[in-house]
């Protein structure tokens, strides 16, 4: 397995709603990462886990919380978000942790806040 | 600054034509870069990677070039098709520290028939 597999692909959700974004690998990668992408934009970084745990957090608020519960599978999950937070989230990851500057990434998941 | 500034900003082609995307960077310190395609909605997919020693790879039509003393790189398509239709995004590594990736804007390329 040579990929980076994001689910839902979609997703549309109300302010007051709870959801999360998963993200899987099978490659032995140490490093994940969360980024976030508006329209015509560069994505963004947000967090970077180096062996499950979170080494960085790029002063994302707090209605974004990340999550790794094991080597292979990164969450996002989100609470009380606002209409701008709606965007592509792509999740990377890299195969020698996060000095390697490798990523591979998934296809995104594109939501919107509604 | 660390940036990474992309030209143009969109280009239309005819299919099987030729085209050449342009990367300038102020990036230090400098460990690599990369060219990425992303179709509309997806990730990015890495088409080549160029260390500080390397000026040109090959990746089927795609050719990359690298100036490290300029600080310039270039993305060559050739005899483009319609599913080269994307964004193409130059990303710049910095060496040390984390995976710290300095995306450029991209240029949106459209393949028309």
């Known amino acids: 397995d040579t990929e980076v597999t994001q689910t839902p692909k979609h997703l549309v959700m109300g302010m007051t709603n709870k959801k999360s974004l998963k993200c899987e690998q099978h490659?032995?990668?140490?490093?994940m990462y969360w980024y976030k992408q508006k329209a015509k934009k560069p994505p963004e970084l947000m967090f970077v886990y180096s062996y499950e745990k979170l080494s960085i957090n790029e002063s994302v608020p707090s209605r974004f919380s990340p999550e790794c519960p094991n080597s292979s599978l990164l969450n996002l999950h989100l609470h009380a978000l606002q209409p701008e937070d709606s965007a592509l989230y792509l999740c990377?990851?890299?195969?020698?942790?996060?000095?390697?500057?490798?990523?591979?990434f998934g296809q995104g998941t594109r939501l919107t806040v509604v | 600054k660390n940036q990474v500034e992309q030209s143009p900003q969109s280009l239309i082609i005819l299919e099987g034509k030729n085209c050449t995307l342009q990367?300038?960077?102020?990036?230090?310190?400098?460990?690599?870069l990369r060219w990425y395609k992303q179709d509309t909605g997806r990730g990015p997919v890495s088409l080549t990677i160029m260390t500080f020693s390397e000026n040109t790879k090959s990746n089927g039509r795609y050719t990359a070039t690298l100036d490290a003393d300029t600080k310039q790189s270039s993305l060559h398509i050739t005899a483009s098709q319609l599913s080269d239709s994307a964004s193409y995004i130059c990303?710049?590594?910095?060496?040390?520290?984390?995976?710290?990736?300095?995306f450029g804007a991209g240029t949106r390329l459209a393949v028309h028939p």
């Open positions: 990377a990851s890299s195969p020698g942790g996060i000095q390697d500057t490798e990523a591979f």
């Open positions: 990303v710049v590594s910095l060496r040390g520290g984390y995976n710290k990736l300095i």
């Open positions: 990367c300038n960077y102020t990036v230090s310190p400098f460990s690599n």
């Open positions: 490659m032995g990668h140490r490093a």
